[in-house]
């Protein structure tokens, strides 16, 4: 491992654009962050497919994120899209830096930091920004200083002020705000998350890390997002009430999933080392 190819600058800035179908701006502004945050997340898929089955251990040097993620056209989890991400805002002029988080399941905080994501600062204000997590975080910057309700894409996300500069990300659900991240502000090294990445690619821990157990694909939809755990397939456009639930059966099926919705390259699962994959 190199551990100076962490801190990398991107191979080719342009190229991470057209991928995610952005122009070049010199307005370094809210406005344009919000567009590569929801291009990004519309785009390139949360995806472990190079992780399954049984665990492997996941470069995060950026010339190999690059290469998968942009010119294999891949996607990846959060320690690889957010790097890649941060490294995109740095490359643009952007005051970027990475933010360790915890995954919350259900309202337990009991849950261990196994999650990246930034925070970016335009001005006086800073904005939490996440491209690894997939549809259900918010499609756009979320300002941490107001600490009210804010509406982003199709839903409607809060903060949390906590103590010892934590914030628990919350996102309005049935008449409800349920917690999903918990945010340190703390700013972290892109070396800190080397051990916590190798936990999540390589050791199976039924309570909190189930990225080697099969499939976890997610994706946003212009109008909401999909997730696939699995051989189950979740399609949300539009009102929660209307999501399409269906068990994936053959592999010819799982192909065109994965392609037509999580726009991956064709027949990926036949180039896998890891293709042992069961439906």
Known sequence: ????????????????????QCDFSNSLNKAYLDHLIFQHQLLIPFENLDIIPGGRLISLEIPDLYRKIVRQKRGGYCFELNSLFFSLLTALGYQAYPVLCKVLEGSDPYYP????????????????????????????????????????????????????????????????????????????????????????CCQAQ????????????????????AALNGPFLQVVNGDEDSCI??????????DQVLTQIFRLPEH??????QNEIRL
């Not at 039924?206 to 997002?225: A, C, D, S, V």
């Not at 990926?268 to 080392?273: A, E, G, N, Q």
């Open 1 to 20: 491992m190199n551990l100076s190819a962490l801190y990398d600058p991107l191979p080719d800035p342009a190229t991470y654009l057209e991928r995610i």
């Open 245 to 254: 639930q269906k068990r994936i059966h053959e592999k010819e099926e799982m």
């Open 268 to 273: 990926l699962l036949d180039h896998l080392t």
């Open 113 to 200: 930091a196994l999650h990246r994501a930034t925070v970016v600062r335009i001005g006086d204000s800073s904005y939490y920004c996440d491209v690894g997590f997939g549809g259900p975080v918010p499609g756009g910057a979320l300002e941490i200083q107001t600490l009210h309700p804010e509406k982003i894409a199709m839903d409607t996300y809060r903060l949390v002020s906590l103590p010892h500069q934590w914030l628990q990300l919350e996102r309005l659900s049935k008449g409800r705000y349920v917690p999903m991240l918990r945010i340190c502000l703390q700013p972290q090294d892109p070396a800190d998350f080397l051990a916590l990445s190798h936990y999540c």
């Open 206 to 225: 039924e309570e909190f890390n189930h990225f080697t157990e099969g499939m976890l694909l997610n994706i946003r939809l212009r109008n909401g997002y």
